[in-house]
């Protein structure tokens, strides 16, 4: 990946590399969906399928059957039948905290991440992925509350005011700047989630505070590449309402259960897009330089060694006395 590339245009080639990921996601939420909405199904259709009145909730939505539905006595409690579906959503969160990790390091890898390093991955980040979830949602807990308690008053001083229309801008003014201040928090997190996976960071602190420094030192590029793919986000879903009311004609059960589910398949592509942005950032500005060190190694050059010639002795053959003799 090249420094100059850009995070909306690398993240999205991230994704696009990686599609099997969103799909498989979409089937874990549509099971989790199926299996937390039973009970309210079953003991819908106990009551709807001996009652004449269902073919008003067939053939459109009539709010006052639904509430009279849930109003009688052998519908039961409907705390009683909601409760699956807050166990099968917080069994997705712990899903998604498992499976996340795996997610972030194909994300990185310029190959096809196979299926023993995405669950290696999965498995070793899980408990530094639940500490950072759980630090995100304090932290993104007490600064959404602070915001909205700021809101109240303002709003309150607002519709003291004699221009009518100052409620209305002062409250759209207020949830922009709450939304931007969300996106940044969801900026410095996911940032942090990918220092820890892709930098194999144990000292989720650490992470945390890189991603700090970075989401501030980013923040233009950043901010401008989450927002943009939040407004695709948006468009995908006023898209997919409008189809459903467009096209989808009330009686077809069918017809609406394949916009609905096309809709929540393409939804969770945006969020995917931002985890891409966030990843190819970190790979562009949060890697960690190899420093390449120069050695030079000193060849001795041993100059050849001429053995010189042995002179061998001039021994007589006959002794010197004999022959002066």
């Known amino acids: ?12 080639s991230m994704v696009a590399r990686n599609k099997r990921y969103i799909v498989w996601f979409y089937l874990l939420n549509l099971a989790l969906a199926f299996f937390g909405t039973a009970a309210f199904s079953n003991q819908a259709h106990e009551i709807l399928d001996h009652s004449l009145l269902s073919d008003r ?3 459109g939505f009539d709010m006052g059957v639904f509430a009279e539905l849930l109003a009688r006595p052998e519908f039961g409690s409907t705390r009683a039948l909601s409760a699956p579906a807050g166990d099968f959503a917080f069994l997705f969160f712990i899903a998604t905290a498992l499976f996340l990790p795996g997610v972030l390091q194909g994300y990185a890898s310029t190959y096809r991440l196979p299926r023993e390093d995405f669950f290696r991955a999965c498995g070793r980040n899980l408990w530094r992925f639940i500490r950072l979830l759980v630090l995100a949602g304090i932290v993104m807990g007490i600064v959404a509350g602070a915001l909205f308690g700021i809101r109240a008053p303002l709003l309150k001083a607002a519709g003291e005011s004699t221009n009518e229309l100052l409620p209305f801008y002062l409250s759209l003014a207020t949830l922009l700047v709450i939304f931007l201040v969300m996106s940044v928090l969801r900026i410095w997190f996911d940032l942090a ?12 602190r650490k992470s945390i505070a890189a ?3 970075h989401t501030w030192r980013g923040l233009g590029k950043l901010l401008a590449s989450y927002v943009a793919a939040t407004i695709v ?27 609905s589910q096309l809709t929540l398949l393409f939804l ?4 995917f897009w931002q985890r891409g942005v966030a990843v190819s950032y970190y790979l562009q500005n949060m ?3 190899i420093a390449v060190v120069e050695t030079f190694t000193t060849v001795a050059v041993v100059a050849p060694v001429v ?6 002795p001039v021994i007589p053959n006959v002794p010197p006395e004999t022959q002066a003799s």
């Open 307 to 312: 053995a010189e010639p042995v002179v061998e």
């Open 193 to 204: 989630q990918a220092d820890v996976v892709l930098s194999d960071q144990r000292a989720v």
């Open 268 to 271: 969770p592509i945006p969020r």
């Open 287 to 289: 890697v960690q330089p």
């Open 211 to 213: 991603a700090f420094r």
């Open 57 to 59: 909730l067939v053939h």
């Open 233 to 259: 986000a948006a468009i995908v879903l006023v898209a997919g309402i409008w189809v459903w009311m467009k096209f989808v004609p009330a009686a077809s059960v069918l017809g609406a259960f394949f916009v």
């Open 1 to 12: 990946m090249t420094q100059n590339q850009g995070l909306l245009s690398s993240g999205w």
